[in-house]
């Protein structure tokens, strides 16, 4: 787990904030009967400023929202019953799972109501024959990890922030993380969900077997949406078997270009038990090794490459792999794909190696103001993309470049630090970026969503049509738009 509100509230985040604010207008206030009458139904609810601020600032402190009343429903039920109320009130909701989003998707900017799905936090069956496990959308996911762990199971996700992340805010976001390679998509592993829609009718698309063709498969529809389509109440999820043997190699590489060759390789030798392939440049690492947590001496890292991988195999047969393994190594050493390494001797040292790749956004946001960039890019475009990105920064000596990212999946995490938020930083960096992935077939948002953090590149980027026919699913599950206003489409 990690402290909210890391780093600094800045002005970009206000400003972002207030064009936001500025589109909602029409929502007006919440009047005093309005709340009266929702606490009535919702009986728990958070309305004192100092408890607000949790649910109104976002983990990165650059999102600032100022909702006065958050409703923490405790049954679908009471969902129904606020979600129907807002509707004719026409009164906006913002629905919010663990407060971890990286776009400023579920913070507040204009006085809605905040739906927090914290207290529906049941894991309610765990099937061990097929692996689903059906839970309320509040359960977080290392809690769910926990319970998981004596049926032989793991969670088909897994994320830095998974200390305080929701399974309805996971499915919301569609969120990617760390073994994507290995387990897929959410796309593929959430097998059913419950959604309220904004009029409080139940829309019951839970499903606990894996396929099921009856129709438009609908909660592909809430997978992103950002909830902006509907609030998710329940989750049904396939699980994937605990792996017997878990092996974690923390390789160095001079070059990108060794990078790629790196993971040709393993694709290659252990491609069928690759569970991670995760790179941190030298960077982001030496931020990671200056936390106070880490003890990166004790690992034996040199950091005198400028690039590292994390790799990680999840197979049956220990032996097996760990010989399948040292063959990769010694073929990368010799093509010089690879330059030096440590292979983790137990669980501890693995899950110490993990922690400097689960570490890396926790320790850009504590050196300043984070520009944010989650991009899908094409892995050979990533050396050019990466140098001419410190080449626009060179005017900015204060500007340091982190980059880490999912690199199997093609999924960069470009960040720019400055001490404080600098508009000419920002200007310096976008349209060019979103313009970079755009013109070679990648995506502006890879894992994170739009929210309001890439509400403007997204209009740019996306075919309008595309734009339009959301627009048309949005009118029809929420006529009112009294769900997340302002998110993904402009209100
Ligand atoms: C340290 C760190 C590491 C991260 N690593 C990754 C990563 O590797 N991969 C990745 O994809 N993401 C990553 N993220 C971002 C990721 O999007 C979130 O961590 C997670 O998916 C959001 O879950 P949450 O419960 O915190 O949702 P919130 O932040 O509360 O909400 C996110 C969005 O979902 C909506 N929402 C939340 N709950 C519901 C619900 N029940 N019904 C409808 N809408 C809802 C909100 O309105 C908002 O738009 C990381 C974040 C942090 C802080």
């Not at 609908?218 to 043997?245: D, H, M, N, Y």
């Not at 984070?370 to 005017?395: H, I, N």
């Not at 938020?421 to 894992?447: F, M, N």
Request: aromatic share 6%.
């Amino acid at each position: 787990a990690f402290g909210r509100g890391v780093g600094v509230r800045a002005r970009v985040g206000a400003r972002v904030g207030a064009r936001v604010r500025a589109r909602a207008r029409a929502f007006g206030a919440l009047a005093a009967e309005d709340a009266k009458e929702l606490q009535r139904l919702v009986p728990r609810s958070v309305t004192d400023s100092e408890s607000l601020i949790n649910f109104n600032r976002d983990w990165t402190g650059q999102f600032e929202g100022n909702s006065p009343l958050v409703l923490q429903p405790r049954s679908v039920a009471e969902v129904q019953e606020a979600l129907a109320y807002c509707t004719n009130r026409r009164i906006a909701v913002v629905p919010q799972g663990g407060n971890t989003g990286l776009v400023g998707g579920g913070i507040a900017y204009s006085g809605e109501v905040v739906l927090s799905l914290s207290r529906m936090d049941a894991i309610l069956d765990i099937d061990a024959d097929s692996g689903v496990v059906t839970c309320e959308a509040g359960v977080v996911l290392e809690r769910l990890a926990e319970a998981l762990a004596p049926h032989g199971l793991v969670p088909p996700i897994d994320l830095g922030a998974k200390g305080s992340c929701q399974l309805g805010g996971i499915a919301s976001t569609n969120a990617g993380g760390l073994r994507f390679c290995r387990f897929g998509s959410l796309l593929g592993n959430v097998t059913g969900l419950e959604v309220v829609r904004a009029d409080g009718e139940v829309l019951d698309l839970m499903n606990v077997c894996r396929k099921d063709n009856t129709g438009y498969p609908l909660r592909q529809l809430f997978l992103g949406a950002e909830g902006t389509l509907g609030v998710i109440t329940k989750v049904a999820l396939a699980a994937a078997p605990k792996p017997e043997s878990v092996q974690v190699a923390f390789l160095a590489c001079a070059s990108l270009d060794a990078v790629l060759g790196a993971l040709r390789l393993a694709k290659r030798r252990v491609g069928e038990i690759l569970s991670a392939f995760e790179l941190v440049d030298a960077v982001a690492l030496q931020s990671v090794a200056a936390l106070p947590q880490v003890d990166a001496d004790r690992l034996g890292l040199s950091l005198r490459q400028p690039y590292y991988v994390l790799l990680e195999t999840y197979g049956s047969d220990a032996g097996r792999d760990q010989a399948a393994l040292g063959a990769f190594l010694e073929e990368a050493l010799a093509a010089e794909s690879v330059e030096d390494g440590v292979l983790a001797q137990d669980e501890t040292q693995a899950s110490e190696l993990w922690r400097l790749r689960e570490l890396c956004p926790t320790a850009a946001a504590a050196s300043g103001y984070v520009y944010k960039y989650d991009l899908s890019l094409p892995l050979r475009s990533w050396e050019a993309f990466t140098e001419e990105c410190r080449g626009r920064m060179e005017p900015y000596p204060d500007a340091r470049v982190h980059v880490w990212g999912h690199a199997v999946d093609g999924n960069i995490h470009l960040n720019i630090v400055t001490p404080e938020a600098r508009e000419d930083v920002r200007t310096a960096l976008e349209p060019w970026v979103y313009d970079y992935v755009a013109k070679r077939g990648g995506s502006i948002s890879a894992e994170h969503g739009i929210g309001v953090l890439k509400l403007g590149a997204f209009q740019n980027t996306k075919a309008a049509a595309a734009q339009e026919t959301m627009s048309a699913v949005k009118k029809l599950l929420d006529p009112n738009a009294i769900l997340n206003p302002g998110k993904i489409l402009r209100g």
